[in-house]
């Protein structure tokens, strides 16, 4: 989860109008050659990747960039991080910087990883007294063993990610910028190099990072950026962002310009204070986002008493129901209900479906309303959360969503006194009468 940020403004990296062309390969380059190449071959236009970005990073402070393959998301973090130039446009760096981009691309094959390791650090400008202090650190975290030193041209892929990752991270910057690194490696190596980037955060680091997993841009991250055909689409709280990135990647190609440009004409999401958003400023940003539909609409979602009352306060340990209305405006094939419950940071807390995956209701016939009730037990603990409504069903043998609300109902769970569950859920735990707690003194020799 993200912790609190300082509240100090102050930008560690400022991002200026950056564009960058590229020269593309296509039909029209004149030379000798031109006549042997395929079309798709021949040099003659420019591609631009960025067009006139410009952004600013708060010190202390977790970016997060999402967009599609192309979109131009490491190109900007190879301009960012000086390995490439910009044709326009300029970035301001206040601190030292450690990247996390193209994994020990400087290491030579030859030479052992402690080699390169020692390489590495000379590159990022330690001196070797400083080095010999990094190597236990270094060593420990690659946790190679004796192959530390063998030549790296003997390593599997996963140890040479290991071995560049842990010199890179332990270089201790004042900004760390991560691409997609940490798709690589097992679970294990996952959650440590997590754990690390984490004690970055806690001390005051700051960090840009570009993921494909948008659970983790959500839940790191105090703000996030999409930046779709080197343009920033949007810029602001990282659930809204991402939901909204969300929206327009399972669109269909039709659709997505027309949510571009309803996004453009809309303007940019608002940026909540630096740290995770208070409940008040989620309120103030909550509008549910609506999916379009495809001839089905939920309508009314509400949470409700047994007794049938209307409530957005609720109380531990007390059972709800959460309802909404879904009418068919055209037939429906396989038809599923859905309610997912999420955290203010975007995080799934909990949800269920109304069929299995090779179930659901055969056929809805058009002009139908069909009323969910998804009775459920507040077992969450006392914080702000929002419930989500989705209907799926085929179309063209395709399993789809016929529409969807997201951040359908906001809702609380009052504080509770003397409460002792930690964590989002409360599992009951308590400690058993038969448990004996034995405390020794020793006598100070």
Same mark, same amino acid.
């Given at each position: @989860? ?56 708060? $010190? ?17 973090? $190879? ?7 910009? +044709? ?35 590159? @990022?400008?330690?001196r070797k007294a400083e ?47 991560? *691409? ?5 490696? *097992? ?78 004409? +809309? ?72 309610? @997912? ?23 809805? $016939? ?20 929002f419930f989500n409504a ?43 009468? +038969? ?7 020793? *006598?100070?020799?």
């Amino acid at each position: @989860m993200r912790d609190n940020a300082p509240k100090e403004c102050v930008s560690a990296v400022s991002v200026r109008g950056l564009t960058k062309d590229f020269k593309v390969w296509g039909p029209g380059k004149p030379g000798f050659f031109r006549r042997f190449l395929p079309s798709s071959l021949r040099l003659s236009e420019t591609f631009r990747s960025l067009n006139n970005v410009s952004f600013d990073v708060p $010190k202390g402070t977790t970016l997060g960039i999402v967009g599609r393959n192309g979109s131009g998301k490491t190109t900007l973090l $190879k301009i960012i991080c000086g390995i490439m130039t910009p +044709t326009r446009g300029e970035v301001e760096m206040r601190g030292s910087v450690s990247t996390l981009l193209e994994l020990g691309a400087g290491f030579d094959p030859e030479f052992s990883g402690l080699e390169n390791a020692y390489m590495n650090g000379a590159f @990022m400008g330690f001196r070797k007294a400083e080095m010999d202090k990094k190597i236990p650190g270094i060593l420990s975290f690659a946790d190679i063993g004796e192959f530390i030193h063998r030549p790296v041209k003997t390593y599997s892929s996963g140890m040479y990610v290991r071995l560049a990752f842990a010199v890179a991270i332990h270089a201790d910057p004042d900004i760390l910028v991560v *691409d997609e690194t940490l798709a690589v490696g *097992d679970e294990a190596f996952r959650r440590k190099c997590f754990a690390r980037i984490n004690q970055i955060r806690r001390n005051g680091g700051t960090v840009i990072l570009v993921s494909h997993s948008l659970q983790n841009v959500v839940e790191l991250c105090h703000t996030a950026l999409w930046i779709e055909r080197g343009r920033i689409i949007l810029q602001g709280a990282p659930a809204f962002v991402v939901g909204e990135y969300e929206r327009f990647a399972n669109a269909s190609y039709e659709n997505q310009t027309i949510i571009l440009d309803h996004i453009q004409k +809309t303007g940019k999401a608002p940026v909540p204070s630096h740290g995770a958003p208070l409940v008040e400023e989620q309120a103030g940003l909550h509008q549910p986002r609506i999916y379009e539909h495809y001839g089905t609409r939920i309508l009314n979602p509400r949470i409700l008493t047994r007794e049938g009352q209307a409530v957005s306060d609720l109380i531990m340990g007390q059972d709800y129901i959460y309802t909404y209305d879904v009418a068919f405006d055209r037939d429906a094939e396989h038809v599923r209900f859905g309610m @997912m419950i999420k955290t203010q940071s975007g995080l799934e807390a909990g949800g269920a479906i109304s069929h299995g995956l090779d179930d659901g209701i055969p056929l809805v $016939k058009k002009g139908a309303v069909i009323r969910l009730r998804f009775t459920f037990k507040c077992q969450l603990t006392p914080n702000a959360y929002f419930f989500n409504a989705g209907v799926q069903g085929l179309q063209d043998n395709t399993t789809i969503f016929l529409h969807r609300v997201v951040d359908a109902v906001m809702f609380r769970v009052m504080p509770v006194k003397g409460l002792l569950a930690t964590g989002l859920t409360d599992f009951s735990v308590h400690l058993d009468n +038969t448990s004996r707690i034995s405390i020794e003194y020793k *006598d100070e020799p």
